[in-house]
């Protein structure tokens, strides 16, 4: 019998009823703002990623005024721009035996059991009209020769259910979402903000009612009212200042908000993408992903024997010339049902293994080989036959096989070929895990509201549909499902009792003290009179999180961590140096705001991280695996949302728990073997 | 502004561009086709060549052509010039450092100044020949009866010995006929381009015929002065 | 490797500016072109002076943000390569890199190489998508067979991450590469007819409200295009402003 104090669980406002009934039941009962009163509603969305343009899009085609803000400078540039393989529908257009609930329960097996049943549904519900809505939007899908749309499998499904546009999904479903929310600017119905960036959420009489946002070109500090704020401002993976997100993407949004009363879930789930090119040098800025759907053609494979790593990395071996039976295969070896195909932080682990068994294959011993070679073979052989060329030599099989493998991947191998100089087509790609996406983030309810009424929060930025990982091409179907299908209609029904309240006036005190604040932070960070620049606290923090809150995690290393980040957030705030003033263009300055928050998020990543005593998903800790390496769950004291309450040190943080209950699917041990 | 007239728009200044440079392509191979009679020689020639502009300046339809040629001339120059100031002041600052020539060929970035060439050229063309046959005093040939202005002797004396001029003369033909060449090398193309008519198939046929024109016409037309030139004196 | 930056200074927008030379050292040559800028700013920063600034993000070639003209070239000397993809092994060791910002009149400078790329998003906005509404019912997404040719021509015009190196290079400072490219992605899909001739007008007239200049048929847009767009879609907007000048009713 557990205590009172913990059965108490978060409410998380999951409709009643079936689980496939429950978002249609919900969409037929909650409040409606009709069409007069929502032009008197004002909505802020912050960032224009796929969530933030689709809801920014969505909501002023309702009615809504709303207000989009980006630090960018158009809401073009956006990272899920980057997003390269493709976005997960439940179509079922391969006949493979796809359905709503097998999306559904790929994506809770693939979180390894730690996401909410309800939430994951809606998605898998959804899913196929992101598809619909995006052709509709212009959105050039890959096509096969009928004209109908080709789809790609992805890691740790068995069925081919993802949409792509070469390796450029990412850029294509944003330029979609794009194009709709231009629309609406031109309408006049979003007001639309570049450059500018959140620096604050204002919180009125318990309710969210509106931003304090900086002018980047200016510095200006401004004051937006609403009567609700999205925050769509995506995931906080730069905390580990190496990551495959961009260079301006932050947590400081998020963190705001949790400061100002939003609670932060599971911070510890942090996805490390098995497919990266490998760290280079000291001054790397960012990592590069290469699109996992890599994994459906390449093979992922080191030398058996270390005499041969030792060969390849001084260079008097080419890996293709080691031959077939000198190369350990690992995943296909480890993992024969799922191959190379894996869920990523299975993918992610097992490279890891292989590299601190010593037989990484570059010279810092951490990489390994993506091959393609089998791949052109085979796709060479199949075009010799469609072409009905007999018995095909083998250049022009491989000629074939090429052409094939690039109408595929060209962008992906253009961009690793520019990157490493290396040309894949000839010489397997090296390839080693980094940090993605993160699956934790603002702790939302069934309605993606936070703790805090009236702020909400959409895509990365919440911690909803993916539990302990994310499984491919699903980030991008979370991000437009959340913006174009939910938010519009969950927002309502707390709006609806917003329609007499007339315009926020920004004038009040809260606003006053918010302002002021913003205010102090930067002057705090602008006079210190210190000497060592920005970018040297983040790499260092970087680090930090990399060694000891990274692929593997144990106790004592996130206890160290903890003393650290602090240590280091001291001698941040006294030595950190920010030339140029705040009120003009100075990104060192807006680089700093975002460093001071990622310290503090550093900090209660490890809180939770040591906190979660299991392993789950991305989530590893050294402690809780069995006999093979594997990871080793715990459901009876783990199977909830780690929800942590703000209240002064990031690591001093109170823990809600939200109890997750699974009636529909049944808690197994994942396994891809 | 939405739906602002045909000539305003930037598109529409270069389908204005497109069509009268590709008529005043037209008007060339005409020009050329009567001007090739100068290679004929002695009276046969001379007789040819003066019917040929008796029919260019008596003929109604002709008229209306030389009109519209007039017309396309002063056309092409002023939208070229107005073109040109719009483009200037679309990039008030320039760059400290331009290597134009990786990714552009000299003559469509030099159109302006060719295109002031042959715009000097022609003046001085109209000056030499036009205004004379029109107002000056041009002595006559009577063919078949009909008396025609002998604007064959004209053509020959000025390219000849009593010209002091001449030679210059000739140079300056000669220059301008280069700077057509490097005109329509990029202007024929692009005209096509212009006006949207590129196509697989379509725009290597065109490019080929452009430049093969851009070439075949100027050398012509500056082989003929360089023919009489050297043959007269 | 050692190279000699001569890189445009500007304060602020109505400021003047000037070309300032910075030696640095100590390069290799796996560096990105903009990790070289980072190194650079890192000493000024040590220095106490102020760093150079200049638009970043996603340093993979597809955000569209970085924008230098590097040596008389948008996105310096590699073909289909943005700033960010550029590695200093493209430079001789010794080099003198001018840097410059995109130049154009609808692209004022905010700082040093930062310039406002904005008029590119009021050409968007004046027509750059197909009218429907999010609501997710719409026809099923294979009702409208799309011939694949013409899906993998629209995705070729798609592509275009509104860098705006086509304006930078251009020497009329024309946005024609980029208001056709998207012009011509919509005219090849079925989604886009109904509002064809209508987004072909009004995207032109906006850009030419922006103040770019006008297309002269160079091609040099489409040889220093990062992603490759093809002067093909320019004739195509060519050709349906001409048809929606011409023909169009009402």
Known sequence: MRDQKQSASMDAKVPQGPLADKWTQHKNHVNLVNPANKRSIDVIVVGTGLAGSSAAASLAEMGYNVKAFCFQDSPRRAHSIAAQGGINAAKNYQNDGDSTFRLFYDTIKGGDYRSREANVHRLAEVSANIIDQCVMQGVPFARDYGGMLDNRSFGGVQVSRTFYAKGQTGQQLLLGAYSALSRQIGQGKVEMFNRHEMMDVVVVDGKCRGIIARNLITGALERHSAHAVVLCTGGYGNTFFLSTNAMGSNASAAWKAHRKGSYFANPCYTQIHPTCIPVSDEAQSKLTLMSESLRNDGRIWVPKHKKDVAAIRSGALKPVDLVEEDRDYYLERRYPAFGNLVPRDVASRAAKERCDAGMGVNSSGQAVFLDFSSAIERYGKTAANVKGIESPSAEQIEDLGREAVEAKYGNLFQMYQQITADNPYETPMKIYPAVHYTMGGLWVDYNLMTTVPGLYAAGEANFSDHGANRLGASALMQGLADGYFVLPYTIGDYLADDIRTGAISTEGAEFDTAERGVRERIEALMGNGGTTPVDDFHRELGKIMWNKCGMSRNATDLQSAIIEIQALRERFYKDVRIPGRADQFNPELDKAGRVADFLELGELMCKDALERNESCGGHFREEHQNAEGEADRDDINFTHVSSWEFTGVPSEATLHKEELAFENVELKTRSYK | MAKSGLLSSSLSKKYAMAATGLFLCLFLAGHLAGNLQLFIGGIQGQTAFNEYAHFMTTNPAVKLLSYLTYFSILFHAVDGVVLTVQNRRARPVRYAKERPAENAGWSSRNMMLLGTVMLVFIVVHMQNFWWKMHFGVVPTQMVEGVEMHDLHSVVMAFFGPENLYAMPAAGLYVVAMAAMGFHLWHGFESSFQSLGLRFDKFTPLIRGFGRTFSVVVPFLFAAIVVFIFVTQS | ?250
């Open chain 3, 1 to 250: 490797m050692n190279f000699t930056l001569k890189i445009w200074r500007q304060d602020g927008p109505k400021s003047p500016g000037r070309m300032v030379t910075y030696p640095v050292t100590g390069i290799s040559d796996e560096m990105s072109f903009l990790e070289m800028i980072d190194v650079l700013n890192d000493q000024l920063v040590r220095n106490g002076d102020e760093p150079v600034a200049f638009d970043h993000d996603c340093r993979e070639g597809i955000c569209g943000m970085c924008s230098m003209f590097i040596n008389g070239e948008a996105h310096g000397p590699n073909r289909l390569t943005t700033t960010c993809q550029l590695h200093m092994r493209s430079f001789k060791d010794g080099e003198t890199i001018y840097i410059e910002p995109w130049r154009a009149a609808a692209f004022p400078i905010i700082r040093d190489l930062v310039v406002d790329r904005s008029a590119m998003d009021r050409v968007m906005q004046s027509g750059g998508y197909v009218s429907v509404n999010t609501s997710g019912n719409t026809v099923d997404a294979n009702a409208l067979p799309i011939p694949k040719p013409a899906a993998d021509e629209a995705f070729q015009a798609a592509a275009c991450i509104g860098c705006g190196a086509c304006v930078a290079t251009c020497k009329n400072a024309s946005a024609m590469l980029f208001v056709s490219a998207k012009v011509s992605q919509l005219a090849l899909l079925p989604q886009g007819q109904p509002e064809r001739l209508n987004r072909a007008e009004s995207m032109v007239e906006q850009m030419d409200l922006e103040g770019f200049g006008n297309c002269t048929n160079t091609g040099a847009c489409e040889v220093e295009c990062p992603v490759g767009i093809s002067l093909d879609h320019i004739a195509r907007m060519n050709r349906d402003f001409l048809h929606a000048k011409v023909a169009k009713k009402g």
